[in-house]
């Protein structure tokens, strides 16, 4: 009886610490995946959309329709920035946070803050991208998850075999004085 308590205890402590540790992409991933979204951002804010277009996860061009569609959408939202006078004071990428398992795919969020400047006024916006990969598999790809605050369920239409307890950051928008 006494063999059976520790062999269950020691059962329930290996089930807590598999269950309490996470995989988080390597150094060399994590350099990758910040150096990805900081050329992407870069290129964006100097009204260049092509490394954004080309990095971007295909799931979002099934969604609208076709990698042509998004490139048009992407292109036109460049444009009404440019129009409406923001500028990017300054960006920010995060380290990667925990590896989750989706189907085919594997993914983690990575924050980002952003200071935009429009007629004067300056804004912080920390947000996210979604950083994914086919498992197995080197290559990154990425969805800006901004529009998953309007639309929480829009990750689990990308992503369905994601686990229902995954959460997405939270995306705060806040002046700078």
Request: charged fraction near 25%; charge should be negative.
């Amino acid at each position: 009886m006494k063999n059976l308590r520790r062999s269950l205890l020691t059962l329930a402590l290996c089930a807590l610490s598999l269950t309490t540790w996470a995989a988080k992409p390597s150094a060399d991933e994590t350099a990758q995946i910040k150096a990805d979204i900081d050329s992407m951002f870069t290129l964006f804010e100097k009204g260049d959309a092509s490394a954004l277009i080309e990095h971007t996860h295909d799931s979002i061009y099934k969604l609208v329709g076709s990698k042509e569609v998004f490139t048009q959408i992407t292109e036109q939202a460049l444009a009404m920035l440019k129009q409406t006078g923001i500028r990017f004071v300054e960006s920010t990428t995060g380290e990667p946070g925990e590896l989750y398992p989706a189907g085919d795919y594997e993914l983690c969020f990575v924050p980002r803050t952003a200071i935009m400047e429009m007629q004067g006024q300056k804004l912080r916006t920390q947000s996210f991208m979604i950083a994914i990969r086919t498992k197995g598999e080197s290559d990154w790809k990425y969805l800006d998850g901004s529009g998953l605050q309007q639309n929480p369920a829009l990750l689990r239409t990308l992503f369905p075999e994601l686990d229902e307890s995954v959460e997405t950051p939270a995306i705060t928008v806040t002046p700078v004085s």
